[in-house]
């Protein structure tokens, strides 16, 4: 049975980071930023910021399709995409099961002075993903994300890759 590692943090946490290594491990990874800054471009630069979430609503629907394709062909996938509210994750570990695969949530926690840090250096960067986060915008993200309830079933991603590699691994 396919895997279907959907990872769940914020803006700076980590999720590319673990999803290019798990693509590296043979998994398909689904980037929903990548295909938006293809589409689009730069956040803030080629498009206005206010218009992120129309563009980046078909491409999560586009990206859905293809992950329920990758599953149902018996590919390993790794969605590259934030997971804030409880609502999409469940959304997606049922379109997971339905498609024949096993999903599995990575949560990536990250405290508000962590992700600054990173943010502030990623800022400085142009590619897909790096969209320009200021503090205020991050607050809001923090407003805005559920993280995983006691009752949800999730692997906690604590920085070390090797073992997360090995946790997803087992869990199949």
Known sequence: MPLAVLL???????????????AGHGYVRLSVDEEVHRLHGRYGV????????????????ATRERFIKEIAAGNDVVLDHGLWR?????????????AGGHPLVVYLPADRTEL????????????????????????DFFARFDPPADDEDVIVYTGDLDALVTAVSQAR
């Open 46 to 61: 080629d498009y206005p910021e206010h218009t992120y979430f129309e563009r980046e609503r078909p491409v999560v629907e």
């Open 8 to 22: 769940a943090g914020l803006t700076g946490s980590g999720k590319t980071t673990v999803a290019q290594v798990l």
């Open 86 to 98: 409880r609502t999409e994750r469940a959304a997606w570990e049922r379109a997971a099961r339905e």
């Open 116 to 139: 600054l840090r990173r943010l502030a250096e990623r800022n400085q960067r142009e590619d897909a993903n790096a969209l320009t986060v200021t503090p205020e915008a991050l607050d």
